[in-house]
C-alpha cells in the first residue's frame, strides 16, 4: 500500500529578489499548493459525416497557487520579491519554481512564472492564509510511481 505525506513535498523559487523554499517547513496551510493548466491539450472536432479530427495545442501555460498560513515568514519573502520585480519590467516573469514529491517520484518545474497580483490579505478573527498566484509560461510534468 503506498503512502504519502506532504513531509515529503519539496518546492522552492529562484527568481530575481531571491531564491526560497516553497514547500514543507515554509508554514504551508492545510491546502497546499495547486498546479493547473490555463487551456485544454486538445480540441476535437466533428465533420458533417462524422469524421473526428483532434488539434493537439502547443500551450503549456498554467498557474500556481501557493497558500501559506498567515504567519509564515514566507510571506514576507514573497512581498519583497513581488515589489522587487513589479518596479522593472526587465526582471518581471523571471520565476522558475521547482517542485517535488521525493516519496513519489513527481517532478515539477514551472518556468517563466510571474506574480499575478498581491495578496489578498484578511485580518479578522482567526489567521486564515495567504494565496500567492502565479502565472506559468510553462509547466514541465513528471509523475512517478513511488518508492517501492
Not at 523554499?21 to 462524422?50: P, Q, R
Amino acid at each position: 500500500m503506498a503512502t504519502y505525506s506532504f513531509i515529503s513535498f519539496v518546492a522552492s523559487i529562484d527568481g530575481p529578489g531571491g531564491t526560497f523554499g516553497l514547500g514543507y517547513g515554509a508554514g504551508n496551510a492545510e491546502e497546499g499548493v495547486t498546479v493547473s493548466m490555463v487551456e485544454d491539450k486538445n480540441t476535437m472536432m466533428i465533420g458533417a459525416d462524422g469524421t473526428p479530427m483532434n488539434s493537439l495545442h502547443a500551450g503549456n501555460g498554467g498557474t500556481a497557487t501557493v497558500r501559506l498560513l498567515k504567519v509564515s515568514p514566507v510571506n514576507a519573502l514573497l512581498m519583497g520579491m513581488y515589489n522587487y520585480q513589479k518596479q522593472n519590467p526587465a526582471v518581471w516573469g523571471q520565476n522558475v519554481i521547482s517542485m517535488a514529491d521525493v516519496a513519489r517520484g513527481d517532478s515539477i518545474t514551472l518556468s517563466v512564472c510571474a506574480f499575478k497580483k498581491a495578496p489578498d490579505l484578511t485580518y479578522a478573527k482567526d489567521g486564515g492564509t495567504v494565496e500567492w498566484t502565479f502565472d506559468v509560461g510553462q509547466v514541465t510534468e513528471i509523475l512517478g510511481v513511488g518508492i517501492v
